[in-house]
């Protein structure tokens, strides 16, 4: 059964600063990975798709990375601003379209 | 577009009574997936559908709940008899589908609170 893990669970920088959260998963057999963004009271919002062919995908000042055969992936965010506070939820999907969550990583920017 | 429209945004019931969660998915999206986030659990998928087709329901917690998709436009989760551990916030999403190499889009959720 897959299982995913992030860390840290919650994280608070100054703005400014670049940061790295993290995504750890157990099955390697993976279609794809979502990195999401949730706001307090909100739904879901898909902000990089990587497919299990790919090894990052960039948006903005976003970038994340895939490693399938060790299990892991990166969400790098440059140049933190306020506005990014949220948390970030990473997903993995089997071929059945089974979209496996993890716990997400609460991260403030301070103004 | 509108996105994902759930109804309601908001709902309180007692024990026992039966609930009924709406969603209206994307239009052109012919995946739907409904999911309960809890504090204690996150975010479980209970039940997703393929071209209104329900394709995995493993994730349905008992009896007690069911979905439904009678067209491609519109879909329900519902309660019945509700119990105090059911009360979530339950959200529906949507996608292109078919291959999982779509991005999923979610709805503003609904928040249940069962007395």
């Known amino acids: 059964k897959q299982e995913v893990t992030q860390i840290p669970a919650a994280l608070s920088v100054p703005e400014g600063e670049n940061l790295v959260l993290n995504c750890s998963f157990t099955?390697?057999?993976?279609?794809?990975l979502q990195w999401f963004r949730q706001d307090p009271g909100k739904g879901l919002t898909s902000l990089l798709l990587i497919q299990s062919s790919q090894r990052e995908q960039t948006s903005g000042r976003l970038n994340a990375s895939l490693d399938k055969s060790s299990g892991r992936s990166t969400l790098y965010i440059a140049a933190s601003q306020p506005g990014d506070s949220a948390t970030y939820l990473c997903a993995v999907s089997d071929y059945g379209q089974n979209f496996v969550f993890g716990p997400g990583t609460r991260l403030s920017v301070l103004p | 577009d509108a996105g994902v429209i759930q109804s309601p945004r908001h709902e309180v019931t007692e024990m026992g009574q039966e609930v009924t969660l709406r969603c209206k998915p994307i239009s052109g999206h012919n995946s739907l997936f409904w999911y309960r986030q809890t504090m204690m659990r996150g975010l479980e998928l209970l039940i997703y559908?393929?071209?209104?087709?329900?394709?995995?329901d493993s994730g349905m917690p008992e009896d007690r709940f069911s979905a439904k998709m009678p067209n491609a436009s519109f879909s329900t989760l519902k309660i019945q008899p509700s119990e105090p551990r059911d009360s979530a916030v339950y959200f529906c999403?949507?996608?292109?589908?078919?291959?999982?190499?779509?991005?999923?889009?979610f709805g503003s959720g609904t928040q249940l609170s069962v007395l």
């Open positions: 999403a949507s996608s292109k589908g078919g291959a999982s190499n779509e991005k999923l889009f």
């Open positions: 099955d390697s057999a993976i279609y794809n």
């Open positions: 559908f393929n071209n209104n087709v329900p394709i995995d």
